[in-house]
């Protein structure tokens, strides 16, 4: 069965203080990782899509990586606006059931509730 | 700009009534899916649909139906809605042969 974890449940940074979230996995064969934001009451908002091990990818303050076993959001300078719980998901690329549809899914962590204060 | 959106930001309801939440998608996306998200728990699929009138049970498809009869609006049918149903509800679409869910914006559904 596949599994995320997310580390660490939550975080309290000073604006300007950079920091890294954790996403460990476990999946019969990785397709694609996924980083989401989503703020209080919304949707979750797509950040990245990461394939392979030693890729990175950056959007302004966000900076993410991925290794075999787990992938790290590093939050450069970060400003109370990137305030937000961040989640991240596996999508496996063999299905673990008979139905073919369930190549589909997406396995999410709890996510990290993430407040920077100013 | 993908745009999924949802019929309700909130809802409330009693136990027993029939609930419809309805999402519709502007991009053409073959895929779509239901998810629920509780604290504690994160989010879990319910159903998904990888095309017009195919859907397919997801984790927890229990208490719930889908119906898909045109490409752009995938509807979650709570049948007789139950209190341990209180939850936010969330839409997603995905292009096939894609790999990015992009949500709606949820319905937060009480039951009382």
């Known amino acids: 069965e596949d599994q995320v974890t997310q580390s660490p449940e939550a975080l309290r940074l000073q604006e300007g203080e950079s920091s890294s979230l954790n996403c460990s996995y476990t999946?019969?064969?990785?397709?694609?990782l996924f980083w989401y934001r989503q703020d209080p009451g919304k949707g979750p908002e797509f950040l990245f899509t990461?394939?392979?091990a030693g890729e990175e990818k950056e959007k302004e303050r966000l900076k993410a990586t991925l290794t075999k076993k787990e992938s790290f959001l590093h939050i450069t300078a970060p400003k109370p606006e990137d305030s937000a719980t961040y989640l991240c998901?596996?999508?496996?690329?063999?299905?673990?059931?008979?139905?073919?549809?369930?190549?589909?899914?997406?396995?999410f962590g709890k996510g990290t509730l993430l407040t920077v204060n100013p | 700009d993908v745009k999924v959106t949802q019929s309700s930001r909130y809802l409330v309801k009693r136990t027993g009534e029939k609930v419809f939440l309805e999402c519709v998608q502007d991009?053409?996306?073959?895929?779509m899916f239901w998810y629920r998200q509780d604290p504690g728990l994160g989010l879990r699929l319910i159903y998904f649909?990888?095309?017009?009138?195919?859907?397919e049970k997801g984790d927890i498809p229990e208490g719930y139906s889908v119906s898909r009869e045109k490409k752009e609006r995938f509807s979650l049918i709570l049948e007789s809605a139950s209190t341990n149903q209180t939850s936010m509800y969330l839409c997603?679409?995905?292009?096939?042969?894609?790999?990015?869910?992009?949500f709606g914006p949820g319905t937060r559904l009480t039951v009382l």
């Open positions: 649909s990888y095309d017009v009138k195919m859907k």
């Open positions: 998901a596996v999508q496996a690329t063999k299905s673990t059931q008979n139905s073919g549809g369930s190549n589909y899914k997406l396995t």
């Open positions: 991009m053409d996306h073959e895929n």
């Open positions: 990461l394939y392979s």
């Open positions: 999946v019969s064969g990785l397709r694609g």
């Open positions: 997603a679409s995905r292009q096939h042969g894609t790999d990015t869910q992009y």
